[in-house]
């Protein structure tokens, strides 16, 4: 037997785990390892790509394919290792490794879980994986990655993950038999997951990890899918593809020197039924001038789009046998697909279709235009503008928005822009010249600024009474700009400034009174007019009369005859 040693492997991130499964303690004593059951089929299920890694720490593991993804529709085995007695996954997905982590939206479910002695292990299985690139491009360090979110910390975890090819499709015939185990030792110890039944052709899948850090024997007949270790763990994954049907019974030697706890977990996958599925690949071919620069989306059956290129392909892998419509969507106004879309392919059992798309795109002779306005100040245009274009139809628009003209012939354009308001300006004048570029689009901005519209003041006089004012008086708005203004009369101040203003009448005679006082505070609307009146009341002075001029002669009696006269009646 090959005795196995710890060796760290390096890594990048890794994913988590969840619970439920039956699992056995065994006693520490060496079991019989038995007869190999399995030798290796020269087809059906084979070993894709396998990455892991140790020492991670979080709430969040992940671990990508790097530097090559898994084929679509290979499944994939993720199996996390890490320190605690409790589950804690909440859930268990896989992302693109690219800025913005895009989920990709495979479905993980959990097969077993198992804790003993202070340390966890959970596998989880997808099948018929997609919506990744295949190939993937090594160049962008973007990969399939799997990633487990937990609803708390680990000090110390780790991932191992492996994708394979020939698994069937459907995650419910998939996944056949499985078990876990546990158990402890200070020496030589077996650790054993338990015999499970297996299918013809299906895969047996093992992994054990344990918190001693010893060598260890690999189950008889087993190829290893890899080994992991650092300073506080060491895990092991192993395979085999059962030849026929019968039962498989894995079972690792460990060599502890200390008491350590050991788990092991045990699986088995079933093999695609070459009856009844079968894969496509969808090609694209595109011709002619002005060329799409987007790439198309293709999806089958109307489900998931992917993204391709305009000379191009993508694979669909282990879909079931028969028709499917495939369409491609995203093509320029300018290019015509030919042949039809979508077009109906018939998948056979077993083997591939391949859907060419033709695309043809004639040189643009059209283009686009967006107005834009963008304004500021105060007192906005409540009603929004108006566009016209070369003086066509009108198109409203908001006084912070825009709107579109698609399929502009290449070329000068006049937009012109009305309806602004007389507080608001266009900065750089209402009507623009623009280019219009075939196949491409310009913007024309209008900037608008308004500010808070003046208003007017009206002042009047009314004046009554006796002995009037024959000059009139005189008029101030704060102080300045001071009119003339007779008794009974009114002057205007225009394009006063929004707001309150004082307004002050004098050269009033000294018999007149004006009622409330010559001076008052007046508001002038915006946009609107004040008045404001001054009533004025005159009285006449009384008259006194002392008759005419007397003489008085020394020794003869004097007499005068004066009188008083009150018009007002006011004494």
């Known amino acids: 037997m090959h005795k196995r040693t710890a060796v760290a492997v390096s890594g990048i991130l890794a994913a988590a785990l969840l619970a439920a499964a039956c699992s056995d303690s065994t006693s520490p004593a060496r079991r019989a390892l038995g007869t190999p059951q399995f030798d290796f089929s020269p087809s059906g299920i084979t070993r894709n790509q396998v990455n892991g890694s140790l020492g991670l720490r979080g709430r969040t593991l992940m671990k990508g394919f790097n530097p090559t993804n898994p084929h679509h529709g290979d499944a994939i085995i993720a199996t996390f290792f890490w320190f605690g007695s409790t589950n804690i996954i909440d859930s268990v997905t896989d992302v693109l490794t690219d800025p913005s982590f895009t989920p990709v939206g495979n479905k993980y479910t959990l097969v077993e ?223 015509t697909v030919t042949g039809g879309n979508p077009q109906t392919v018939s998948v056979p059992a077993g083997g591939t279709v391949t859907a060419a798309f033709a695309v043809s795109c004639a040189a643009t002779t059209t283009g686009n235009l967006t107005v834009s306005t963008s304004t500021s100040g105060s007192s906005l245009d409540p009603d929004g503008y108006t566009v016209t274009v070369d003086g066509g139809s009108p198109q409203a628009i908001g006084i912070n928005a825009s709107v579109s003209y698609p399929n502009l012939s290449a070329g000068g354009h006049s937009v012109a822009i009305s309806g602004v308001a007389a507080n608001c300006t266009v900065s750089g004048g209402n009507t623009q010249t623009v280019t219009v570029p075939a196949g491409g689009t310009v913007t024309a901005s209008f900037a608008v600024s308004c500010v808070t519209p003046p208003g007017n003041l009206t002042v009047s006089t009314s004046t009554t009474g006796a002995n009037l004012d024959p000059n009139g008086y005189t008029v101030t708005v704060d102080g300045v700009s001071p009119q003339a203004i007779g008794i009974n009369a009114s002057v205007t101040y225009t394009n006063l400034s929004a707001g309150t203003h004082t307004v002050a009448i004098s050269g009033v005679a000294a018999n007149c009174t004006v009622s409330g006082g010559t001076s008052r505070t007046v508001s002038v609307p915006s946009g609107g007019t004040a008045t404001t009146t001054f009533s004025v009341s005159c009285n006449a002075p009384p008259v006194v009369n002392a008759g005419p001029d007397q003489t008085a002669v020394t020794g003869l009696l004097y007499s005068f005859s004066p009188s008083f006269t009150d018009a007002n009646n006011d004494g």
């Open 113 to 335: 879980y198992v804790t003993s002695g202070g340390i966890s292990m959970a596998t989880y299985v997808a099948t018929s994986v997609q919506n990744f690139p295949d190939p993937n491009d090594p160049s962008t360090g973007v990969v399939l990655a799997v990633r487990a979110n937990l609803s708390d910390s680990v000090a110390e975890g780790g991932i191992e993950i492996s994708s394979w090819s020939g698994v069937e499709a459907v995650s419910a015939q998939a996944l056949g038999a499985h078990h876990t185990g546990f158990g402890s030792g200070s020496t030589t110890t077996v650790a054993d997951p338990g015999a499970i039944s297996v299918a013809a052709g299906a895969l047996v899948y093992g992994v054990t990890m344990s918190n001693g850090l010893a060598g260890r024997d690999p189950p008889p007949g087993f190829a290893n899918v890899q080994t992991q270790s650092d300073a506080s763990l060491v895990t092991e994954g192993d395979y085999a593809v059962q030849a026929s049907t019968g039962t498989a019974h894995p079972q690792w030697t460990w060599y502890f020197s200390s008491p350590s706890t050991w788990l092991a977990t045990v699986l088995t996958l079933n093999p695609a039924s070459s009856s009844t599925t079968g894969n496509l690949t969808v090609s694209t071919s595109t011709t002619g001038s002005n060329l799409d620069p987007d790439g198309y989306t293709v999806t089958v059956d109307g489900g998931s789009p992917q993204a391709i290129g305009i000379n191009a392909g993508v694979s669909y892998a282990n879909l079931s046998a028969g028709s499917h419509s495939v369409a491609l969507s995203g093509v320029a106004a300018n290019c």
